[in-house]
Nanobody, 115 residues
Framework: QVQLVESGGGLVQPGGSLRLSCAASGFTPRIYHMGWYRQAPGKERELVASISPTGPNITYADSVKGRFTISRDNGKKTLYLQMSNLKPEDTAVYYC????????WGQGTQVTVSS
């Protein structure tokens, strides 16, 4: 079955960096768009970044442009999100998602940006 497992979250100071990973199984990632989303307390889940199956088409939320980089390694079946210059407003649970007929989500990884 389709599984997505995120990792790499944690507590980081403002201006710091983190790299999130999403390990995929149960499907062939190179066929599908994938994306990172986040949900902060009291807010709706929002798109952070998405990437086409082989990587040439990438979309970022305006709030993360120039600071976050999405990438994928289809051979390793892993989606990445490199986050730099983190701000307190980036604090959220980060999820990866793939749509294969329906949406599949990982369990999320907490990112907390605080001094």
């Amino acid at each position: 079955q389709v599984q997505l497992v995120e990792s790499g979250g944690g507590l980081v100071q403002p201006g710091g960096s983190l790299r999130l990973s999403c390990a995929a199984s149960g499907f062939t990632p190179r066929i599908y768009h994938m994306g990172w989303y986040r949900q902060a307390p009291g807010k709706e889940r929002e798109l952070v970044a998405s990437i086409s199956p082989t990587g040439p088409n990438i979309t970022y939320a305006d709030s993360v442009k120039g600071r976050f980089t999405i990438s994928r390694d289809n051979g390793k079946k892993t989606l990445y999100l490199q986050m730099s210059n983190l701000k307190p407003e980036d604090t959220a649970v980060y999820y990866c998602k793939v749509r294969i007929g329906r949406e599949y989500w990982g369990q999320g990884t907490q990112v907390t940006v605080s001094s």
